[in-house]
């Protein structure tokens, strides 16, 4: 049962991080919308 629930464990973790790589991916290359800066990061 352990064996199983580790598997099962591993997997979710494998097919979640592949998820967040995409995410995150897509996020980069939407350049459509570009937050203004606060102006006390200006410098």
């Not at 979710?12 to 570009?34: D, E, I, K």
């Amino acid at each position: 049962m352990k064996k199983i629930n580790a598997k099962v464990l591993m997997t979710l973790a494998a097919v979640a991080t592949v998820f967040a790589s995409l995410v995150s991916t897509s996020a980069c290359f939407g350049f459509t919308y570009q937050p203004e800066e606060p102006e006390c990061l200006r410098d």
